[in-house]
Every structure is written in C-alpha cells, then in structure tokens.
Nanobody
Framework: QVQLVESGGGSVQGGGSLRLSCGAS???????MGWFRQAPGKEREGVAV???????????EYADSVKGRFTISEDNAQKIAHLQMDNLTPDDTAMYYC???????????????????WGQGTQVTVSS
C-alpha cells in the first residue's frame, strides 16, 4: 500500500512559522499534490494544492483562510511537496494530511476526491 511520508509538524506560538514536507517516492508520478487539515470535531478541509505535472506551470490553489500566509511548492523530480506556513494562528491548529493524485480531472482542486493517496498526518498546534 502506497504511503506518503510527512514531516515538519509541531507546536508554535501565534505568529510563528512551520514548514511541512511530504514525500511520494513510492509513486511513479503525480499530477496533483496537496495539503488538507482536520481539526477535532470538524470535517477535513483543503488547505493548498499544486499541479505537479511537468511543464504545467505548477498552478496552485489555496483556501481563503490561508491565502497570503501559506505557500505550497514542489520538487517533482523528488516527488516532494512542501507547505510553508507563516503568521500562524490558533485557528490553524489541526492534523495536517498530505495527499497525492495520479488521475487528471482537468485541474487540481481542494477536494479530497481528487486525491487517491494520503499520509498519516502530522499535528500542528498553535498557541495564543
């Protein structure tokens, strides 16, 4: 079973930064990679996604709540995706999940159905 490998979670004070990384080395290729998060008692929500296809321009999409604060990037040769999170707030506290998709639906979207492969999650806790 393909498993994505996440790293970089932890605890930080409000206003701080964290950088998450996700490796998809078990996959031959990806079309989309992304990050989702789930807080206790809430549904999983999309945070940021990126088109990882070669010569795609690497289009990105972000949730409104993180625009201007989070940046997703990728190294397709290494099949690694990063999420740089700046100016964190307690509302960002959640389990963060990496996701990868190998089917092309016309775009990469903040929708779980676009992604087949998932990591086990890494906890991000932001204190006030």
């Amino acid at each position: 079973q393909v498993q994505l490998v996440e790293s970089g979670g932890g605890s930080v004070q409000g206003g701080g930064s964290l950088r998450l990384s996700c490796g998809a080395s078990q996959l031959a290729y990806t079309h989309c990679m992304g990050w989702f998060r789930q807080a206790p008692g809430k549904e999983r929500e999309g945070v940021a996604v990126i088109d990882t296809r070669i010569n795609s321009g690497h289009t990105t999409e972000y949730a409104d709540s993180v625009k201007g604060r989070f940046t997703i990037s990728e190294d397709n040769a290494q099949k690694i995706a990063h999420l740089q999170m700046d100016n964190l707030t307690p509302d960002d506290t959640a389990m963060y999940y990496c996701a990868a998709g190998t089917e092309w639906f016309g775009r990469c979207a903040l929708t779980t159905g676009y992604f087949r492969y998932w990591g086990q999650g890494t906890q991000v806790t932001v204190s006030s």
